[in-house]
Each structure stands twice: as C-alpha cells, then as structure tokens.
C-alpha cells in the first residue's frame, strides 16, 4: 500500500515524479483537441469528443465546446493539462478503494486481504463478436479499465455501469501516458484491491508491451492473468481470406516489427533477412518504415 499512501498524500495542484511531473491545475481538456497534424492519430481526431466524455469522470468538469478554446495545439501541453485534471479523481477512487478494504478487514493485519488482480485483455480487431467469453465477462465485472488507442468504441460499450475507464493510449508523436507511468497506475490501484483491466489491442503478447507489464507486475506481487485476443496478422488475413500457412506454398509464419527500440537491431535490417520463400513475414507497425525498403 505504500504507493497508495503516496497517492492519497497528494495535494490536488501537486504531484509527485511518482506518478506525473506537472504542477499545474484550472486547465481544460477540450482544448487539447482543437488540433490539425499530419502525424495525429485517427482515434485522437475521430473520437476524441467521445473519449473525454466516456472518461469524463476522471476531469470532474463540465466540458466546454471544444470550438470555444482556439489555443495552437500542442502535445506536451495536451499531455500535462489531461494529466493535472486527472489526478484529485484518480485520487479520489483510490481512498474509495482504500476504506473499501479497510472496511472489510483488510487492514495490514493477520486477516489483511492481498492485492487485487491485474487482467491483460486482448480485444482483437475492434469488433466484440470477436471478444472471448472470459474477456467479456472480466470487461463485465473490472473496476478500473486502462485502454489502448486501438480499442474500438464497441469493446467499450461493454464496461460495466459502476467501472472506471482511462485513456493511455499511444500514437506517433504523443503518447498519454509514459509506459513507466501506466505500470504505475496497474500497481497502484491493484494494491488498493481494484480488478484492474488493461485493455490492449489485438493480443496483450504480441508486440503490445504486454510483457513488460506482466514482468513488472509480476515482480511486485501482483497476480496477473492474461485473456489473449485475435492478433492484427489473423484479423487482416480472415478478412481478406489470405491464409498465413498453405500446404506447398508456406509452412511457416513470422511476425516482424517495423520498429524497434532505441539502439536495437533495425527492423529493415531483419525483414530484408527474414525474406523467406516459404514463409509468410507479417509486418506491424511498418507503414512509416518499410514500404520503401520492400516495395518495389
């Protein structure tokens, strides 16, 4: 409970390196998204009215017409005035979660309870006939629900009534939230006994971080449990009626990222020695990357 306790120790115009770096309060969301750049993502221009208002709990602020703040757009100002108005309500739900526990026993003392459990879910390509029933039924039942830019509006209409939804999501050029601060945030509304989900598109262990959080999880005491999902290589290859493996023609699959991390191998150095006749190579996250190494 010790990040807790820090959590819970903090001013609402103060917050600690712990979480966030940002000491500034009064500022309003809807203003981040008065923006145009050919770098934006398209969930942040299509949905992004629908995201504050989904997770509008979290601002404990009436939103304005986003017309009516005509501020040039900027990421890091986006980034840190979400981040200061969001933190008095996360706050808030972690004393809830707190006395809640207190409440019931759970007290440090020989009938403490343990933490609560951490779900990796995969939610597939975005449609939820596609969600396993186990998936569905812990999106059901979480309590706080930690969501991807890749996760459609559909897999989200499935969250329960009383659950907590909050945005994470990353693009190109801006991320919402650090990975080292979404780790955070896992461990530390886990330990105040949550059922926390962490909704990932595609497959949680695919070249979607989801072992990076599993091991610092993991590493920490917290249990985690991960529900797979439809990875991107199966979703595109059943709709276009591809198969990935064919007798006589490929016998094997290989998944490839198109980028990799700072000072890692370069991901065009792989495919072009990953090229393999009988193989089918899918490549992630390679638009910006590999078209002008591979294409003709």
Known sequence: MALVSRVLGFSSCSVSSHFWEDKTCGRNPVCSLNFTTSSSSPFMEKHSIERYQRDGWVFNSKLEDASSCNLPFDYNSARENDIALQLPE??????????????????????????????????????SDLLTLKAVRVIQNADLLLYD??????????????????????????????????????????????????????????????????????????????????TAASGIAAELGIPLTHRGIAISVRFLTGHSRKGGTDPLFVAENAADPDSTLVVYMGLSTLPSRLLP
């Open 90 to 127: 996360l706050k808030k739900v972690l004393e809830v979660l707190r006395e809640k526990r207190e409440s019931g026993g759970c007290d440090g003392g020989e009938g403490s309870c343990g933490p609560g459990n951490v779900y990796l879910v995969g939610t597939g390509p975005g449609d």
């Open 149 to 230: 830019r890749l996760v459609s509006n559909d897999v989200l209409e499935l969250v329960g009534p009383d659950a907590r939804l909050l945005y994470v999501g990353k693009t190109a050029g801006y991320h919402s939230r650090s990975q080292e601060e979404i780790h955070k945030l896992l461990l530390s509304f886990a330990e105040a006994g949550a059922t926390v989900v962490r909704l990932k598109g595609g497959d949680p262990l695919v070249l979607g971080r989801g072992g990076k959080e599993m091991d610092f999880l993991q590493n920490q005491g917290i249990q985690v449990k991960v529900i797979p999902g439809i």
